[in-house]
């Protein structure tokens, strides 16, 4: 699930032989039906962008227990300075039983920094990646400073995509991008959308960019229905909430409210504080000139204010349900 923070992802190495398998080409991928996989935030006649793999990741559980034990080990280190206060200058071998545990208690809160949080927090609400129709180049973002932004054109052969594997869970799926230099070894790596557990959600993710890429954003849905941005990138609570039902699962969206309140609640509130922590991505305005649209683009969609706002429509989630079923019995 954290695939790009741990493990980070191995650069300087040519690409190995499961990654030239699962190869993706903008030819070919006629077949899957195009669907964002919940990834898209913006869509309009000159661009689509989508937010990467660890906009889902943000603030849950590992971040969570992370923030407890350090809340845990702070707390430790505070009653110790004060015990040590309070001490008298003949308690000098109780003093020195306490440097172990208080050397102990910085050394966890370091590792869980170094390791994870300072990757969460502090950070940006996320990363994305947008692919440009006009200008016929794909916008990997990195940070709001100079040179921050990556920009490679569509179809470099130094633009290797397919599709991704999880580190930690390897049957965790993802959209992946390497960018190669002229020796084919991997210099960066990127990720476009969320993580899922089927090929076929990243190949249908491939196939509307491919689609929209090609073809333009008059062709890329095979459904008026089926042309919604269903998720928000905002850090609201409600999106919050509404993002820990999701990685929940079915198996306990019944119990939200009741028996496993206490876990969505704190995940919603760790996933709330840490994007209070991170900025906006902006991009520099040279870019956004590039990717600059009319004001009354026909093609350009509405950006929901919260997670599934347009699911309010009975016909638009009748679709989903439907795209939901078709899916499951093909697979």
Excluded at 64 to 91: F, N, P, R
Aim: charged fraction near 20%; aromatic fraction near 14%; proline fraction near 7%.
């Amino acid at each position: 699930m954290l695939s790009g923070w741990q493990p980070p992802f191995k650069y300087g190495r040519s690409i190995s032989n499961d990654e030239a398998l699962a190869e993706l080409n903008p030819s070919g991928m006629e077949r899957a039906t195009p669907d964002d996989a919940f990834g898209l935030v913006k869509f309009n006649s000159v661009f689509i962008e989508f937010v990467d793999r660890t906009f889902k990741m943000k603030g849950m559980a590992p971040t969570l227990i992370q923030l407890v034990v350090s809340l845990g080990i702070l707390v430790g280190l505070v009653a110790a300075a004060d015990l040590v206060v309070t001490m008298h200058e003949e308690m000098t071998e109780s003093l020195l039983s306490l440097l172990f545990p208080f050397a102990a208690g910085m050394g966890g809160w370091w590792l869980f920094w170094t390791l994870h949080l300072r990757k969460d927090l502090f950070q940006y609400t996320h990363y994305p990646v947008r692919f440009n129709r006009i200008t016929r180049k794909i916008y990997f973002f990195r940070h709001n400073g100079p040179d921050g932004v990556v920009v490679v054109p569509w179809g470099s052969p130094y633009a290797f995509f397919h599709i991704g594997r999880g580190g930690q869970d390897p049957s965790l799926r993802d959209l992946r991008c390497h960018l190669l230099d002229r020796h084919r070894q991997v210099q960066q790596t990127f990720t476009i959308g969320h993580f899922w557990n089927h090929d076929d959600d990243i190949r249908e993710q491939w196939a509307l960019i491919c689609r929209y890429m090609k073809d333009g954003p008059e062709h890329c849905f095979d459904d008026p229905l089926d042309r919604v941005i269903t998720l928000s990138p905002k850090g609201t609570l409600r999106n919050c909430w509404m993002l820990v039902c999701l990685m929940m699962g079915t198996t306990f969206f019944p119990l939200r409210y009741t028996l496993m309140f206490p876990i969505y609640g704190a995940l919603t509130l760790s996933r709330w504080i840490t994007f209070k922590t991170c900025r906006a991505p902006v991009f520099p305005p040279e870019l956004e000139a590039e990717c600059a649209i009319a004001p009354d683009d026909p093609y350009a969609l509405p950006e929901p204010r919260f997670m599934a706002e347009f699911a309010s429509d009975p016909a638009i989630y009748a679709r989903a349900l439907q795209r939901h079923r078709e899916r499951m019995l093909w697979r």
